[in-house]
């Protein structure tokens, strides 16, 4: 287990809404997972400003919990790891290569954060991820099981091995694409667990490497039950529940500063430029 002071249970669950069970069973895992997606913004303006985000919990309280900020993978998934754990779940922190546009999985490094969580008398392991801000993301974990296909809240996945020359298994999540009624890979990853130090330094890498794609452009993403709603530069797409997709360009710092603090619930750093 991570050390988590500064985390607030109650206070983490009354940012995201959850007023069900606080029960280690996997019906709370899938509903504070669903939750966490739904309450807590992803975004990268510290990135954006070159800033590696703390990680500290005490931190990620201040900023994702009472502020009105949201994170990107490292935040979400080390602030949902905190609460798994104060609620009694078994954790552990897994690096994966994202391979969405990859040719190979080998091109990729292990630049991102997902968690395998055990549930109290549950023999099953689940995959479970609240900080990949994809429209392939898991919006419900998923038990470690290959080929089996899972639906959590109205998107399909599924877990397959994929050979490899490492000692262990390297399992591959797959997103079924409504429009092409395809399975797209979305990230690969073993069961090596990754501890803290590894994630304080690829954070770091990420949020201020000028090649990482963070540091770029502005990535900030909203979800809901009716739509997925992404801003990358100046495009804002909205992806409804029924698959239609609708874009516009975002024109004038005024306008997205606006825009992301009404439909996005984040404040904007005073200061900070967001559109190229």
């Not at 109650?10 to 280690?24: C, H, S, T, V």
């Not at 790891?81 to 897994?94: D, I, K, M, N, P």
């Not at 399975?183 to 201020?208: K, M, S």
């Not at 100046?234 to 992301?260: C, I, K, P």
Request: hydrophobic content about 45%; proline content about 7%.
């Amino acid at each position: 287990m991570f050390d988590t002071p500064g985390f607030e249970l109650d206070a983490y669950l009354g940012r995201i809404g959850w007023e069900g069970e606080r029960a280690a069973d996997a019906a709370t895992l899938r509903g504070v997972h669903l939750a966490h997606l739904r309450g807590i913004p992803f975004e990268n303006l510290d990135a954006l400003r070159r800033v590696a985000p703390s990680l500290a919990p005490a931190d990620l309280m201040a900023k994702l919990v009472r502020g009105r900020r949201g994170g990107y993978c490292y935040e979400h998934n080390t602030l949902f790891a905190c609460a798994l754990e104060e609620l009694g779940f078994g954790v552990a922190r897994l690096g994966a290569r994202v391979v969405v546009g990859a040719d190979r999985i080998e091109s990729r490094p292990r630049t991102h954060m997902a968690l395998l969580v055990r549930v109290p008398g549950d023999a099953r392991p689940y995959l479970a991820d609240v900080g990949f801000g994809a429209l392939g993301a898991l919006l419900e974990p998923v038990p470690l099981t290959v080929g089996a296909e899972f639906q959590g809240a109205g998107r399909r996945h599924r877990l397959v091995h994929v050979p490899h020359d490492g000692p262990l298994p390297l399992w591959l999540l797959q997103a079924h694409d409504r429009a092409t009624d395809r399975w797209e890979g979305q990230y690969a990853f073993t069961l090596e667990p990754f501890e803290q130090p590894d994630f304080e330094v690829v954070n770091w890498h990420i949020a201020t490497n000028p090649r990482s794609p963070f540091t770029q452009r502005l990535f900030v993403r909203h979800l809901s039950a009716e739509r997925h709603l992404l801003l990358h530069g100046a495009l804002l797409t909205e992806t409804r529940a029924d698959g239609s997709v609708l874009e516009r360009t975002v024109t004038g710092e005024e306008r997205a500063r606006l825009l992301l603090a009404e439909e996005f619930g984040i404040d904007t750093p005073a200061g900070m430029r967001l559109l190229p």
